[in-house]
């Protein structure tokens, strides 16, 4: 603020210097004494130093000089007024405006006060003007005190600015501050999940390559990345639902008929459900299919699942497909999407058929709803694959309704279940329906996730 005060005083001075020359001219035109406040006419000086000259010619031309610089002199003297005018003008809106943010009514009120001053004296300068009403009394002391207004004004503009600055700095460094500890947890959120990629890779990466280094925790892990993407697709799903005005309970009831929700919420294992029900159909045999092609090949090439899975666990789904249009993964694909999204649920949810056309001649639709789709399939179709890999195979399962809870083959995705309404233990919950299918990996079994009734 002081750098700003400094700046704005120094040419202040000129200006003020200037201003009292100015005064002197006019005290010296309307003939003002500095010694005893009156001096005598210039045109008699002339007629001292010129008597033989015309005496009425000089006269009329001194009077005609000195009142064309009368004149001057009362449109500087109003000119400084109405700059003055401005320049407090144009400080009262600088000071309603750094009254705004943060909210400071005395101030408000003290700046809209000024502004409508100034605006009457602008308007009462403009009729003067129109009207030629511009005479003045005391030019000297109006042209002062007029610069001294417009000064002051610009001071307090200058002030305001600075403040103005000063404020903002504060804003950015505040914003600094918060993005760094923004940074500072970003970097140790990055961190947490580079420990949790090394310590997944241990499960998930194989080693070179090799068939022989398959292991059931590879399996476990890929089941994991599998009912992430098949509950990924079943939210995109409940959302396509609720726009288009389906009603969601009645739809779970429809799929899993007499089984009562804990919570509201609970409906999203029913689609869970169906969705697992229908992509996981046909998945102990070679290409879920039963066809004796199918199987005189997996014969014939006992590692083919293998290098499938290979092949494709790194490659981008959408760029596997489009690599290869009439690979038996693209057919599962399209196999999948025309068995589990029936054309009446496509209509009402897309108001058309065009991604069902568009698979059915063999296409892949470029749409949010089939991206998520075909990575669901893609998970489905890697976990396949490695079920063949292994030896024995590994074969899935799914529990009725109405059986037992079992903690060996199975998990719970409601908790309440293991409760009564008054808080005691429930010793005898039933499964209401199967969510997540289970696995036989040898002797080890990853256990299905049910819904307990």
Known sequence: ????KHSAVTPSKGRLARTFAKILHIRAVVGVSSDDGFQKPKSHEKIKKNP??????????????????????????????????????????????????????????????????ELKNLSELKQLYLKKQLQETSLETSLLLSEIQEQN?????????????????????????????????ANGDNKSIEKRIK?????????NNQLSSLRPSHFIAYTRQMI???????????????????????????????VSFWEKNHKCFAFESFVCREMFDGF?????????????????????????????????????????????FASFCRA????????????????????????????IPETPFFSAFSEMAKRVWLLHCLALSFDPVVSVYQVKKGCR?????????????????????????????NVFPGFKIGNTILQCLVYLC
Do not use: C
Not at 154 to 180: A, H, N
Not at 295 to 316: A, Q
Not at 339 to 344: I, M, S
Not at 405 to 432: I, K, Q, W
């Open 336 to 363: 999948k999407y025309l068995k589990l999204v029936h054309p009446k649920m496509e209509a009402s949810l897309f108001g058309h058929l065009n991604m069902r056309n568009l698979v059915s001649s063999g296409e």
């Open 52 to 117: 033989k000259k015309d005496m009425s010619v000089s006269l009329r031309s001194d009077d005609d000089d000195d009142e064309e610089q009368q004149k001057r002199a009362v449109k500087e003297a109003f000119l400084a007024k109405l700059f003055a005018s401005l320049s407090s003008f144009k400080a009262a809106y600088a000071q309603l405006q750094f009254s705004q943010f943060p909210y400071d009514v005395e101030g408000i009120q003290s700046a809209d006060q000024i502004i409508v001053l």
């Open 1 to 4: 603020m002081d750098s700003v």
């Open 405 to 433: 809870f079992s903690e060996v083959l199975m998990e719970s995705v409601n908790e309440e279940a293991f409760f009564s309404s008054d808080g005691t233990p429930e010793t005898d919950p039933r499964v209401g329906f």
């Open 228 to 258: 992430k993407s098949v509950r990924a697709f079943v939210r995109l799903l409940a959302s396509e639902m609720e726009s288009a005005n389906w009603d969601l309970d009645a739809a779970a009831s429809s799929i899993e008929p007499g």
């Open 153 to 185: 004004s610009l001071l307090k503009t200058y002030e305001i600015t600075s403040k103005k600055l000063d404020s903002q700095i504060k804003l950015k460094d505040s914003e600094i501050t918060f993005l760094k500890e923004k940074l500072v947890e």
């Open 284 to 328: 102990n045999y070679p290409n879920f299919s039963t066809l004796p092609e199918s199987l005189s090949e997996h014969k014939k090439r006992p590692n083919i699942n293998f290098d499938m899975f290979l092949e494709m666990k790194f490659v981008r789904t959408a760029d596997y497909l489009a690599w290869k249009p009439k690979s038996v």
């Open 199 to 207: 310590s997944s890779r241990q499960f998930v990466e194989l080693e």
